[in-house]
């Protein structure tokens, strides 16, 4: 089930992402540095911008082919924001040349007395560097081996009006783009951009201010101090400067250690809010929300239901409850919560017979001064009949008053140990930004999927990614201000600081409980268990298939941080990491390892969050952090019944324009297939594959 959306949407950030790309292939095409950026940021094309500058001889042939790409496409034509089909060739960075190992720097070389030389400035550098380029190229091109024109040395630092140049520090930078033959212009376009994607280890070797080495000033240069203090030396120190202009903290307040503490019996990181509720009724901002995790004991005679409810409180209230009961079979006790089981008591455990309801208590996923995330484990017998279990929560007082999912009692539908569980899929949940909501009548479908479970119940409804819009973020959200920055360079550069953090993580949590509680979806999370599997729109439109160096911008790696948070905490019913990536703390630039981002002491400041020490087998985690999101990615295996097997793929977490998954991914999950299936004994006849991205293509 699919709600109206346009996967072609948002087509300001992708235009503003490929006006970078071709202000970086002019750099590196002429090695002059990221050049007249005003104009380049209004889409002024390669070669137009390099004859402007008189350096049309630098083309190369694969420059010129991009060129001509360029020249021919539409200027009307939006990129679609999934550019799956368009970058499929995971072997394209493989094929660019690794740059030459720069010579060893020297003391600058003294000008001949009879010859002094200025300083080149301004547009002045760059005619100098563009005329040091065409003699250079005319001597390439006179060989046999017809090998690209090698990159000019680049002029020293320009101060005109609108020019930010990198200065590369003449011979020290003496390397070249060296491109073989290409196959097509978005080869040379993906390998122009490998050759952009260095290191600061790499910089540093090749001559560059791209962070201070260990033990140095933190002198910068190319986009200022500002800037680079904010995100850009990982080997910061402590005589590196602070620029508090980019900060809203201090990040020297980020360094501290958080120690362990212990709630309800839960361990976790940081104290919570020191507040305590003075009602006793449990108030409710979302939920109840019902999984299904995964069928234990599934090739014995007595397989185990697992699941969890999940409900989003105020803070600063004692532990609740919620308790289970089987009703009997479905067929006689459809109408509700007071239907008479007693004749089905036989057939049943006796800790869950009608009368006897089991008492489980919440575990504390999460507490900070506006909400708490109460998890319920759910483990339950499959019996020899389909059963229908009702779960209630003692207490219970949504604060909304207006959602049937206020309702404080449940009934939900679990097949019996021969059966095979009925499915519901659904994906795309949700309005693209522009979308006219009330001409679809908000998301109707949900009224269909209701209509179909009264008359005969779904086991589980399987979420296959874009469970939440969340791409309002940039459009009436905390990101409006950085989405109107027209300068893509400049919105690459903008800090993800401790204050956007936070607005961002309101957004997230706000949009997520508006959704989640918006009726009739509201409804369905409390009647049927949930099986999810993110995608872009769960996070932002286009997520992980944006160029590299974009996808490694602070704002997109702090929002992705954010996003995986409430993913974990509202779609999976787990604790999040200990903190999400900001530009105040250097801790949480990247992955402790498989531990996920460590703890800041201002992030987890009156918060509590609790710590798995053991993950759910129906997981299948990576073995390493994704690239931009640094937590593990998160894929699914289970199940479903007596018959059918599914595997969700996480194709998402590790996601770049070159890859879906890391190849070691890939092996853990057929891995992982292979053996339940062969553990089977032939029991399992069907396999649902849920790929919110193709892996494989005919």
Known sequence: MSQPSSRNGDSDLQDQDRSLDRAEEAAIAGEVGLADLDQLGQGIGVAQFLRSMGMGDLLTEGAEALATEEQARPPSVDAPTQIDEDYNDDDDDDDAEPPATAPAAGPPAQPSPDKTQAPATGAQGATAAAKKGKKRGRKARAGPSRKPARGVKNAQKGTGNGVLKRARRGAAR???????????????????????????????????????????????????????????????????????????????????????????????????????????????????????????DANTESPIWIGSVLVVANPGQRQPELNLRCLGPASSSMDGPGSDSTDTNGY????????????????????????????????????????????????????????????????????????????????????????????WSGPALWNDVLRMHSAQPFHVMIGGGDQIYNDGVRVDGPLRQWTDISNPKKRRDYPFNEELRARCDEYYFNNYVRWYSAEPFATANGQIPQLNIWDDHDIIDGFGSYTDHFMKCAVFRGIGGVAHKYYMLFQHHLPPPKSTFTTDAPKTWHANGVEGTPADPIQTKDTFVAVMKKEDPSYILGMKPGPYVEERSRSIYCQLGARIAFLGIDARQERTRHQVNYPETYNLIFNRVSNEIRASNGAIKHLILLLGVPIAYP
């Open 174 to 296: 003496d390397r070249h783009i060296s491109l073989p033959p290409m196959d097509s212009a978005r080869r040379v376009k993906d390998q122009l951009e490998h050759q952009q994607n260095e290191t600061l280890e790499e910089r540093r070797t090749y001559g560059s201010h791209w962070g201070a080495e260990p033990g140095q000033q933190g002198h910068q240069t190319a986009t200022g101090a500002a800037a680079a203090a904010a995100f850009g030396n990982q080997h910061r120190n402590d005589t590196d400067p602070i620029v508090s202009a980019d900060h809203a903290v201090d990040p020297r307040r980020t360094e501290g250690y958080v120690p362990e503490s212990r709630q309800g019996g839960t361990v976790g990181v940081g104290n919570g809010p020191q507040v305590q509720s003075t009602t006793e009724e449990l108030q409710v901002q979302c939920g109840p929300l019902l999984n299904y995790r995964r069928m234990a």
């Open 348 to 439: 049943m455990d006796s800790q869950n017979s009608g009368s006897r309801p089991r008492t489980i208590y919440g575990t504390k996923m999460y507490e900070d001064p506006r909400k708490a995330f109460w998890q319920f484990d759910l483990d339950l017998p499959f019996q020899r009949f389909e059963a229908n279990w009702e779960y209630s929560i003692p207490r219970f007082r949504h604060l909304s008053g207006a959602s049937s999912s206020s309702q404080a009692t449940k009934i939900f539908t679990v097949p019996s140990k021969a059966q095979s569980m009925r499915i519901m899929f659904h994906s795309c949940n949700g309005f693209s930004v522009g979308t006219d909501v009330d001409a």
